[in-house]
């Protein structure tokens, strides 16, 4: 499956241009759509799914127009929406169920045996009979998942998968999607979280205001921040000085000193030394010195 996107760009009524003149190609596996709330992500998402149509542009999946065969198209499709929401009295199943009425023309007894089969597949079968509603956190994010596979698609959206996950479910998630990209399916990852990027895709492309920031590997944007990420041992004074003029990515208290990753063009400290950088730095770097947002 290939997803290309061409001249993409969505203004609302109100003259809002949520995305503008996006141009972009998704070709099959994981691929990630980094940025900040509000950068547009959503918007492009729900123009993926059909959900709405795009002021100008287009999107061609594996050669198709979809604004001139959504019909077709749709049946391809799984998506799961940052704000996932059940039906309040219906088990876990019998959501489940209902999804594949929705998404399949199977008859009641093969939907059961798919729907269990789905349920075992994201670690929910032991909760086949609980209330949807009555799962935890991380469950019904898996159970969001399970709906949007059932009807076995060829493309997968996901809007902000992990927001509110704990890091045991985050990983289980996260490994979720890892062995549905093994297969020949096309999975747009749409986040805020960098970790969730750079643990699962290949590509991707970074938003900011409407607008492609970044588009290729991870490695690419992370190679641009060699150099630039420094790792030092301050007292506290020194480390008060420090925050407040460049982005630091983390700190760990020691001793009365403080042990800080921070971003910086030039070595920031005389006993500042270079470390090797990850997509998280690279992130901070863009923000920063590509895009000319101070985190300081």
């Known amino acids: 499956m290939n997803i290309e996107i061409k001249g993409l760009s969505k203004i609302y009524s109100n003259g809002h241009a949520a995305i503008r003149d996006i141009n972009l190609e998704i070709g099959s596996g994981m691929f990630g759509l980094l940025g900040p709330n509000g950068a547009g992500k959503s918007s492009l998402m729900r123009i993926l799914v059909t959900l709405q149509k795009a002021t100008t542009g287009t999107v061609v999946m594996d050669g198709l127009d979809i604004d001139q065969n959504r019909k077709k198209i749709r049946p391809w499709i799984g998506y799961l929406p940052q704000d996932f929401t059940f039906f309040s009295k219906l088990k876990t199943w019998e959501f489940l169920d209902y999804s594949a009425k929705l998404a399949t023309s199977f008859k009641k007894k093969q939907r059961i045996i798919e729907v269990d089969k789905m349920l075992d597949q994201v670690g929910l079968l032991d909760v086949r009979d609980r209330l949807a509603n009555k799962l935890s956190g991380g469950m019904k994010r898996r159970l969001g998942i399970a709906q949007a596979l059932i009807g ?3 493309i997968l959206v996901i809007d902000e998968p992990t927001t509110g996950l704990d890091p045991e479910e985050r990983i289980r998630f996260r490994n979720i999607l890892s062995d549905l990209s093994q297969k020949d399916v096309t999975i747009v990852l749409s986040t805020h979280i960098v970790g969730d990027i750079s643990s699962t895709c290949h590509n991707m492309a970074m938003l900011h205001q409407g607008e492609v920031a970044y588009s290729g590997a991870p490695e690419g944007m992370i190679d641009e921040v060699r150099e630039h990420v420094w790792q030092v041992t301050v007292s506290n004074e020194e480390f008060n000085v420090l925050k407040t003029k460049y982005p630091v990515i983390s700190t760990i208290p020691t001793l009365g000193e403080w ?9 920031p400290h005389p006993l500042a030394q270079n470390i090797s950088p990850n997509l998280e730095h690279a992130y ?6 590509k895009l000319g947002i101070s985190l300081v």
């Open 152 to 154: 076995d698609p060829r």
């Open 284 to 289: 901070v770097y863009f923000m920063e010195n």
């Open 259 to 267: 042990e800080t990753q921070l971003i910086a063009t030039e070595k």
